[in-house]
T-cell receptor, first 115, second 112 residues
Framework: SAVISQKPSRDICQRGTSLTIQCQVD?????MFWYRQQPGQSLTLIAT?????????ESGFVIDKFPISRPNLTFSTLTVSNMSPEDSSIYLC????????????FGSGTRLTVV | GQQLNQSPQSMFIQEGEDVSMNCTSS?????WLWYKQEPGEGPVLLIALYKAGELTSNGRLTAQFGITRKDSFLNISASIPSDVGIYFCAGFNAGNNRKLIWGLGTSLAVNP
């Protein structure tokens, strides 16, 4: 399966600032996703990162708050903009290597605390 | 959005005991997946199930795809301390094969 490197692994940020999270995969993948996992909760899909076009956002998530880039088939970034304490969560990058591949592979996540 | 009903929410057991957890849905699913998440890590896929009635094992783990296609269970036999973590069910329902739907997780603690 694909190996995912996600950076940073954790950060503490001031409210009102922005943080960009990077997801690097060791091989080309068809699908890349960004998830949020709030403390003690399950995973919530933020958006699907599309290579060369705008990301597809899930209900409740907007591009102005969570801009996403995917310049190629191995890399994506998620920015959490104008942060507030409610944005404190684990943010996870996930990939599906090939269409129809078994399940998704996850990065180790970025633990974000906003103070 | 839609979520799966996963139970129990948490379990605290003695080493060596068997564990069982399950997931149910109000709609039909095409695929069931079971993941484990350890602290500070992302979820790792344990078992994938593709058809009704399918029973699949991975070491001490066994999972089944329910006949009705609306449920799945995961069993862990002879638990050991490294089984500690949060177990999530997830799946694709028949109406949307592109979006993975998640359970709320079962937190497992094992007393050595």
């Amino acid at each position: 399966s694909a190996v995912i490197s996600q950076k940073p692994s954790r950060d503490i940020c001031q409210r009102g600032t922005s943080l960009t999270i990077q997801c690097q995969v060791d091989s080309q993948v068809t699908m890349m996703f960004w998830y949020r996992q709030q403390p003690g909760q399950s995973l919530t899909l933020i958006a699907t990162a599309n290579q060369g076009s705008e990301a597809t956002y899930e209900s409740g998530f907007v591009i102005d708050k969570f801009p996403i880039s995917r310049p190629n088939l191995t890399f994506s970034t998620l920015t959490v903009s104008n942060m507030s304490p409610e944005d404190s969560s684990i943010y996870l990058c996930s990939v599906q290597k090939e269409t129809g591949a078994v399940g998704y592979t996850f990065g180790s996540g970025t633990r974000l605390t906003v103070v | 959005g839609q979520q799966l009903n996963q139970s129990p929410q948490s379990m605290f057991i003695q080493e060596g005991e068997d564990v069982s957890m399950n997931c149910t849905s109000s709609s039909i699913f095409n695929t069931w997946l079971w993941y484990k998440q350890e602290p500070g890590e992302g979820p790792v896929l344990l078992i994938a199930l593709y058809k009704a009635g399918e029973l699949t094992s991975n070491g001490r783990l066994t999972a089944q795809f329910g006949i009705t296609r609306k449920d799945s269970f995961l069993n862990i036999s002879a638990s050991i301390p490294s089984d500690v973590g949060i177990y999530f069910c997830a799946g694709f329902n028949a109406g949307n094969n592109r979006k993975l739907i998640w359970g709320l997780g079962t937190s497992l603690a094992v007393n050595p």
